[in-house]
């Protein structure tokens, strides 16, 4: 199902961590930001389309993990884009023999097993380093280039909708996850973003919640005093770990704790 967040802007939510695929109407056609991530969603987001009446014309991954990276035949052969160190990870995992192998097996952990189609992951087309546009006939997207949490992540500002989407950051639900870049590059991704958060009305990560206007700010200091907290070694006061995590949710604790002994 589709949820409209803005004028030409939708939003279809996975069962699994709130992954969101967003969908953005052109002039010709629509870009799909990071679509997923089971069989029967892409099935759905397929129908969703199809009764808008818009081929899909690109695609985008905001970063180079698995549940962003995602595809379906029915989509088409169009460029995915990604940023060139997004595309540039992508290819060199999946250099490696097995590397979509390691992937089901991390799956088998999750509820949706078996259930991801893997056989068009990762083919990103990586624009030219330091693009801060996605080449395509529609609104006009900004490129928010930085190193936290995944090589090459991009946020992206749709200027004239006032949409900020995230990418695996500005999460209601889960904490900032520094699997790569330390806290330094985390604390300089959200300066970057900070920059163009006053233009958003909208924001939208890739698991969690929309927000609204305020939102993107919020979320911004939020995770922003998550990270201060991991790097002074404080106990961060977070809604999102503890006893206010929203239910289902608390295994983002978990996450936390790894973090705190590694930081
Ligand atoms: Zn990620």
New binding site residues.
Partial sequence: MLTQAAEGVWVHESVFVQTNTIVVRGDGGVLLVDPGLTRAELDCLAGDLAELGQPVVAGFST?P?W??VLWDARFGDVPRYGTARCAAAMEEELSHAGAKDDIADHLLETEIAGQVPLDLLGLVTGLPPGATRIPWDGPAVRIVEHQA??PGHAALLIEDRGVLIAG?MLSDVLIP?L?SGGVADYLAALDLIEDVAGQAGVVIP?HGSVGGPGQARERIDLDRAYVLALRDGRAPADPRIGPSAKPGWEWVGDVHEGQFRQF
């Fill in positions: 970063h993990h549940d962003h949490h995944a695996d996850m699997e890739g």
